[in-house]
C-alpha cells in the first residue's frame, strides 16, 4: 500500500494529501494497539522503529517515512553514508560513486546509494521546513537523502534494519572499543553491518585489517560486521587523504 500510495502522489493530489497527513495518523493509532499487546521489552524497540524520518529521493521529493525506510527491493543492496553533510562536496560524490561501483560487483545484487544527516540544527532542536529543504538541495539530482533525529548507529541501525553504513577506519576505530560493545551487538541484531573505507592516519594507510576483534565477537562475526572496502579495485576508488574526513560519524 506505501509504495502504491507514493508512486500515486505526483498523478492525484487526493493521494498525495491522504499519503502525507492521514496515514501517519492511521500509522500511530496502529502503533499504539499493536503495543498494547506487546510485551513490555519489546515496546522500545517498536518505538524506535517507528520514529518518524524525512526522506529526500534522487529528486527531491519528500516523504515522512515510519518503520523501516525506505522499501527496498530483497536483491537491492543498500549502503549509507552517514555524517554531518550540510554539503556534498565533489570528494563525497566520487568516492560515494567508487564505492557503489566496487559493491556492485555483488552477484545479483543492485547498490543503491544513501546519504543520512541530521534533522536538528545546530542547537539540537528539530529544522524547520524551510531547514530540510536547504539541507536536502545539495543532493537534488545526485542520491537520495535522509534526514533523521539520531545521533549513534544504534539509534541508525534501528531506523534502517539490513543497510550497510560506509565508515571511514577513524569511525571504525571507536565502534570497536570495549564500551561500544552493547552498541554493535543493536547493530548486529538487526542485520547491519559496517563496509571500512581505508584512509591515512600518521602516515599509514589503516583499514579493516588494523581493527581488533572486540571480544565476543568470532573472527566469521568480525568479517560479517565490518567489511574491508579494499577488496575492490584500487584504481576506483580516490584517495581518502583528499576528502573531507571531519564530515563522517
Known amino acids: 500500500f506505501f509504495f502504491v500510495a507514493h508512486n500515486k502522489m505526483a498523478e492525484d493530489p487526493d493521494v498525495e494529501y491522504l499519503y502525507r497527513h492521514e496515514v501517519p495518523k492511521l500509522v500511530d493509532w496502529l502503533m499504539v494497539q499493536i503495543m498494547h499487546a506487546m510485551p513490555a521489552e519489546v515496546i522500545p524497540f517498536l518505538t524506535d522503529l517507528m520514529a518518524p524520518k524525512e526522506w529526500f529521493n534522487v529528486h527531491g521529493d519528500r516523504t515522512t517515512l515510519y518503520g523501516p525506510a525506505p522499501c527496498l527491493e530483497s536483491s537491492t543492496l543498500p549502503l549509507m553514508f552517514c555524517g554531518d553533510f550540510e554539503q556534498l562536496t565533489p570528494d563525497h560524490e566520487v568516492l ?3 564505492v557503489a561501483s566496487a559493491a556492485g560487483k555483488a552477484p545479483k545484487k543492485q547498490v543503491h546509494v544513501f546519504f543520512e544527516t541530521s534533522a536538528l540544527d545546530k542547537g539540537r532542536a ?7 529543504q536547504q539541507r536536502a538541495k545539495p543532493f537534488r539530482g545526485k542520491f537520495d537523502l535522509m534526514l533523521t533525529y539520531t545521533t549513534t ?7 534502517f534494519p539490513h ?10 576505530a571507536r565502534l570497536v572499543a570495549p ?6 551487538r543493536t547493530v548486529r541484531s538487526v542485520g547491519c553491518s559496517f563496509m571500512v573505507m581505508s584512509h591515512e592516519v600518521d602516515g599509514k594507510v589503516k583499514g579493516v585489517g588494523d581493527l581488533p576483534r572486540p571480544e565476543g565477537l568470532s573472527e566469521e562475526e568480525f568479517a560479517q560486521l565490518f567489511i574491508d572496502s579494499l577488496r575492490m579495485d584500487h584504481r576506483l576508488v ?5 576528502v573531507q574526513m571531519a564530515a563522517f560519524r
Open 238 to 242: 580516490p584517495s581518502m587523504t583528499g
Open 126 to 132: 528539530p529544522l524547520d521546513e524551510q531547514g530540510l
Open 163 to 172: 543497510h550497510i553504513f560506509v565508515v571511514p577506519y577513524t569511525v571504525a
Open 96 to 98: 560515494a560513486k567508487a
Open 179 to 184: 564500551d561500544q560493545q552493547a552498541q554493535l
Open 153 to 159: 548507529f544504534e539509534e541508525k541501525a534501528k531506523l
